[in-house]
């Protein structure tokens, strides 16, 4: 059975949402409620980020967190930091590294579990990550919910924010009853040394088109496994998504 770390990267500065982690959801942070979710998949878990007063938030939650540098480009960038650091601060070695999103705080643990079996099963999975079929046409022409398109292994051919694959000879109002489309729900796990491979690639042609990180290490070579998730994920990106969110009660335990 891999090691596995569960790590979610939380940074403070926000453009639409600053603070964002700290966000009230009946009486804990939204750091919390991702970090207490993982926890009943991941036997650790850490929350990496740049500012002391998510760090305390956690620690004095009883949760663990570490410090890491405020210049990361991306999440997966602080997940590598924050893997080499709690490896060197407890001497312990992780097989795989599953980076939680810190602003998803009703992200299911059997999402969490899902991407685990891949590894489990299949000693060769080298990153991973879930999708969902598309229920709402309306989605497959949302620049802002990413599509993926997979081979019959279930491995991502490739991701892209344009309506993939294109249905030739019928009108957009027609593709979702002519094919099966998936959307992207952006939660990643990667064998420890590929973590550490991927974070120094150079961004590719397709990445900078399309400003999608997980291009690059398709660009580069590199085998993304998914899963098939049956839940959508609900992401916290501004005051009024908490708001909708709390509305709803979709974040009440």
Not at 121 to 142: C, G, M
Not at 147 to 161: D, G, T
């Amino acid at each position: 059975m891999p090691d596995f770390l569960g790590i979610i990267p939380a940074r403070y500065a926000s453009t639409r949402f600053p603070g964002k982690p700290l966000a009230d959801i009946h009486g804990k942070p939204m750091i919390m409620r991702v970090y207490e979710r993982a926890q009943q998949s991941l036997d650790h878990v850490i929350v990496a980020t740049d500012d002391s007063r998510i760090y305390e938030a956690v620690t004095e939650a009883g949760g663990k967190a570490l410090i890491t540098s405020a210049d990361h480009p991306s999440g997966t960038d602080r997940c590598r930091e924050a893997m080499e650091l709690y490896c060197h601060k407890t001497g312990k070695n992780f097989d795989v590294v599953i980076n939680i999103q810190g602003d998803e705080p009703f992200i299911l643990p059997g999402q969490i579990d899902m991407l685990k079996k891949i590894f489990v099963k299949d000693a060769s999975a080298e990153i991973a990550t879930l999708v969902k079929v598309i229920d709402d046409p309306a989605v497959i022409f949302d620049p802002n919910k990413p599509k993926v398109i997979l081979n019959k292994k279930k491995e991502a051919l490739y991701f892209s924010r344009s309506p993939v694959p294109f249905i030739r000879g019928f009108e957009n109002n027609e593709w979702f009853e002519r094919h099966i489309f998936y959307h992207h729900i952006g939660l990643y796990a990667y064998k420890a040394d590929v973590l550490s491979e991927i974070t120094t690639l150079e961004q590719g042609l397709l990445e900078k088109a399309e400003s999608l990180e997980q291009l690059r290490w398709l660009e580069n070579g590199y085998k993304i496994k998914t899963a098939i998730t049956e839940f959508e994920t609900f992401g916290i990106d501004t005051p009024e998504d908490l708001a909708h969110a709390l509305k709803l009660k979709i974040l009440e335990d």
